[in-house]
């Protein structure tokens, strides 16, 4: 998340999209989904998500990044979306934005609750679940 999308919170404010969720993404890129990956539509999309705290700009699979957002449908909570939002707060303080690099043992730029969020939600079995628990 970068604070050039800070504009983005009228649309939350319209009820258009919602603080935290999957990112939405160019129509170039959704007319190469595969039909699992429409999953990550039945919520709002969000400013930022898991996608964002887990170091975007090294993700280059969206398969990867599909099965973070499902992840995230399906293990949806209050606290979750405020680990995210304090987890995005931290990294944009830190100057960090999108460009954080993995490194050895965690994330270099995640310190932490950010990093052990983050180590968390990679290490158990979000590649395994799609959307309601669904494996894919």
């Known amino acids: 998340t970068s604070l050039d999308e800070l504009p983005q919170l009228i649309?939350?404010?319209?009820?258009?999209m919602s603080l935290v969720g999957p990112r939405p993404l160019p129509v170039r890129d959704v007319t190469r989904f595969?039909?699992?990956h429409h999953i990550r539509h039945q919520v709002l999309p969000g400013?930022?998500?898991l996608w964002q705290i887990s170091g975007r700009?090294?993700?280059?699979c969206f398969d990867h990044v599909a099965h973070l957002d499902l992840h995230y449908i399906d293990h949806w909570s209050?606290?979750?979306?405020?680990?995210?939002l304090t987890a995005t707060l931290g990294i944009?303080?830190?100057g960090k934005g999108a460009y954080v690099?993995?490194?050895q043992g965690g994330r270099k730029g995640l310190q932490g609750q950010d990093l052990r969020l983050a180590n968390?939600?990679?290490s158990h079995g979000v590649e395994q679940t799609g959307a309601r628990g669904h494996q894919i």
């Open 92 to 94: 944009l303080l830190r």
């Open 47 to 49: 400013i930022t998500g």
């Open 34 to 36: 595969q039909a699992w």
């Open 78 to 84: 209050l606290n979750l979306d405020l680990e995210i």
């Open 11 to 16: 649309n939350v404010l319209r009820g258009d």
């Open 120 to 122: 968390r939600l990679l």
């Open 57 to 60: 700009s090294q993700i280059d």
């Open 101 to 103: 690099r993995p490194s």
